[in-house]
Each structure stands twice: as structure tokens, then as C-alpha cells.
């Protein structure tokens, strides 16, 4: 079990963008499918974004396509998150995770949370 860890959160005017990665000291993040997810204080964590090992295959939930895009660099062993047009609604904590497998949207599918990177978008 290694825990993976986010960065490239910040402060970010609305209207604006934020890549986020997700990566592991031990390498092994580009052998699994891995999801972000998001939760904001007092809501509970949500998901964002699924792509599989090879990176082929992505997953949206329907509110968030279109303006956030998952993808990934193997080599480099890490998972992005491009976020677009962010809106002050999209203020959390953001998270990454490894899938125990397939493209899932539930938070039971994953393991090895990162201590998660904070995004605030101001109005």
C-alpha cells in the first residue's frame, strides 16, 4: 500500500484553470485505473473523474463533462486532472485514488487515498 499524493491546487479567479496531478514514490500508480474525487466542507466526497490503466478509457459523471478532463503520462507515473471554466461551486478538497478495478464512480472501488490538495475558486 503506498499512498499516492496530490498536487497543483490553489487559488484560482472563476472563469479560470487547474491542472492537478496525482502521483507515487514507488512507481506503481500506472498499473492500476485511478479516479479523483472531490468533497467540499459539510457535503460528502464526490466523484470527478475515472481513466483506466492504459489511459484509453475515461469517465465523467454528467454534471462535470466537459469542463474537466482526466489524463495520463505512464512514464512520468502520473494521472492529471485539467479543470476548465471553474466555478466557485467547485471548491473542495481534491483527492486521487487507485481502482481495485474497471472505471468506477463509487467510492468503495478505491484504495490508497492521497491526503488530497485543495482548490478554491473565488466568485
Known amino acids: 500500500q503506498v499512498q499516492p499524493v496530490e498536487s497543483g491546487g490553489g487559488l484560482v479567479q472563476a472563469g479560470g484553470s487547474l491542472r492537478l496531478s496525482c502521483t507515487d514514490s514507488a512507481g506503481l500508480l500506472s498499473m492500476h485505473p485511478v479516479g479523483w474525487f472531490r468533497q467540499a466542507p459539510g457535503k460528502d466526497r464526490e466523484f470527478v473523474a475515472a481513466i483506466s490503466s492504459s489511459g484509453v478509457g475515461t469517465t465523467y459523471p454528467d454534471s462535470l463533462r466537459g469542463r474537466f478532463k482526466i489524463f495520463r503520462d505512464n512514464p512520468k507515473n502520473t494521472v492529471y486532472l485539467q479543470m476548465d471554466g471553474l466555478k466557485p461551486e467547485d471548491t473542495a478538497v481534491y483527492y486521487c485514488?487507485?481502482?481495485?478495478?474497471?472505471?468506477?464512480?463509487?467510492?468503495?472501488?478505491?484504495?490508497?487515498w492521497g491526503p488530497g490538495t485543495q482548490v478554491t475558486v473565488s466568485s
Open positions: 485514488a487507485k481502482s481495485q478495478g474497471g472505471l468506477r464512480m463509487v467510492l468503495s472501488a478505491y484504495e490508497d
